[in-house]
């Protein structure tokens, strides 16, 4: 037993033998404290998209739209990287806490913002602050629960994302109409006052501190190597995704630039063999991207996809896609019953061939004759092998990991899926760019004449092969 192990036993002993779940009193307000928060995230990032549209009009700023984007995800990329190596030095007090900060303090200077570059600035704080929490919350949950118990707080996460995808679009929507976009910014660093008093006496009590196993020597500094590479990352991906925006001869140079920054970057920073899909950790980390990075880019053009081809409208094609997140949350709750655990692998598997189905039976509705329901129905078949997958990769990344290695693995993680997101967006627009798909977008609120299907194809076919790579992915995840 560890000395931190001893120290749970000690001033909790039903914490870590008890029958207890995740809501038992020693755990309760620390859940519930850290699932609002991830509340808090899922809604911004399903709210946030609704109000964009408007916000780049109203700040003329429409020629910086995906950039509003990209501005968060570039930054978030750094933040994980330099979160995972301060909560492995100080425990997760510290990066969580200003992980939050920064997150209310983005919203808060977006939401004022009087010009385009001081809203994308925002957004990059914003950015910054979500890649500190993502990580600080994998800490929290190592040092603070039992092994038992991790699967059910990691499904709690994932349900946590049911609610805002079911109706943050409409809140954000109704609030814009009413009230104005900036308050779909502002009104939410309000609510994080909540979480913060709830749970932050727990995990200062349970999880701050330096790792009982990384010895009892001075402070280590900072990884600087990392720390470059971190920047190389967001800069890299940053540059690629600015390229991907125009196809023009000339945006090859910040292609180039991007790639040369960010190859040697993914390379240091993600566990050794990730890319040949080596056993163990390496090829969790890896099923995390090509899951997320699939799921993401297929599930980006499916509104457009209805709404230019099918002649749907802009709420209904949105609440095509609604449903599915309870059946994302039904797989993560499926993956977390201990009677799963067994076959954890095999529900793995099974629910990267449900995506690939899931992705690849989406374009059918190009063609007239099939009925658009088709696409509701599959996504959640999709969702449900997302739910089992996404879960499960933390499950186990967890359980690969050393108490003092849990911050830099989870940020490997975090960096695997954001930066799958970017890559396969990246090509994926890039893709429907080339075949027409910019004329598509001109036509978003009429009919369009069909022209241009094979632009969607282009997208969501290569999505469903990067899908099936994942499927064999998960028969290296466990070490010979």
């Avoid at 919350?137 to 049911?162: D, G, N, T």
């Avoid at 990884?223 to 890299?236: M, P």
């Avoid at 078949?381 to 849990?406: H, K, N, Q, Y």
Wanted: proline residues 6%.
């Amino acid at each position: 037993m560890t000395a931190l192990e001893a120290r749970d036993a000690a001033t909790a002993p039903a914490e870590g033998k008890g029958e207890g779940g995740v809501l038992s009193r020693p755990y309760r307000a620390l859940s519930i404290g850290i699932v609002f928060v991830e509340l808090l995230i899922a809604f911004e990032a399903t709210a946030v998209g609704t109000a964009m549209p408007v916000a780049a009009r109203e700040l003329d700023g429409v020629s910086l739209y995906a950039f509003a984007f990209s501005a968060y995800f570039t930054t978030s990329l750094f933040g994980m990287v330099f979160a995972g190596q301060w909560a492995d030095r100080d425990g997760p007090l510290a990066p969580l806490t200003t992980g939050i900060t920064a997150f209310a303090a983005g919203l808060l200077l977006s939401g004022t913002a009087g010009t385009m570059w001081l809203f994308l600035l925002g957004r990059a704080v914003q950015g910054l602050g979500g890649g500190l929490v993502v990580v600080a919350l994998y800490v929290v949950v190592v040092r603070a629960y039992p092994e038992r118990l991790r699967p059910a707080i990691m499904a709690a996460f994932a349900a946590s994302w049911v609610i805002p995808s079911v109706v943050g679009p409409l809140i954000a929507g109704t609030v814009t109409e009413h009230l104005g976009w900036r308050w779909v910014f502002t009104g939410i660093p309000v609510l994080v006052v909540f979480p913060l008093a709830l749970a932050l006496p727990r995990i200062r009590r349970l999880s701050s501190g330096r790792s009982a196993d990384a010895g009892t020597a001075g402070r280590e500094p900072f990884e600087r190597r990392r720390i470059r590479l971190a920047l190389g990352i967001s800069l890299g991906s940053g540059l690629l995704q600015y390229a991907a925006q125009d196809l023009a001869p000339l945006s090859l140079v910040p292609g180039l630039a991007g790639a040369a920054l960010l190859v040697p970057a993914v390379l240091g920073l993600l566990p050794r063999g990730t890319y040949r899909a080596a056993r163990g950790l390496p090829s969790v980390v890896l099923l995390r991207g090509l899951a997320a990075g699939a799921f993401i880019a297929a599930e980006s053009f499916v509104p457009l996809m209805l709404v230019t081809q099918r002649g749907l409208s802009p709420t209904l094609a949105g609440f095509s896609l609604a449903a599915a997140g309870g059946t994302w949350a039904l797989g993560s709750y499926v993956q977390s019953r201990p009677r799963a655990e067994p076959y954890r692998d095999r529900l793995m598997f099974l629910g990267m061939v449900l995506l690939a189905a899931a992705v690849a039976v989406v374009p059918s509705v190009l063609i007239p004759a099939v009925p658009v329901w088709i696409v509701a129905v599959a996504w959640g078949f999709g969702c449900f092998g997302m739910g089992l997958v996404i879960a499960s990769t933390s499950v186990l990344l967890l359980r690969f990991s050393t108490p003092e290695e849990v911050g830099s693995n989870s940020a490997a993680l975090q960096i695997s899926d954001g930066l799958s997101n970017i890559v396969l967006l990246a090509a994926g627009g890039a893709a429907f760019a080339a075949l027409g798909g910019g004329k598509v977008a001109e036509t978003a609120t009429s009919t369009a004449d069909g022209s241009h299907p094979t632009a969607f194809a282009a997208v969501f076919l290569p999505m469903a092969g990067v899908a099936l790579v994942g499927a064999w992915v998960t028969t290296r995840l466990r070490e010979r």
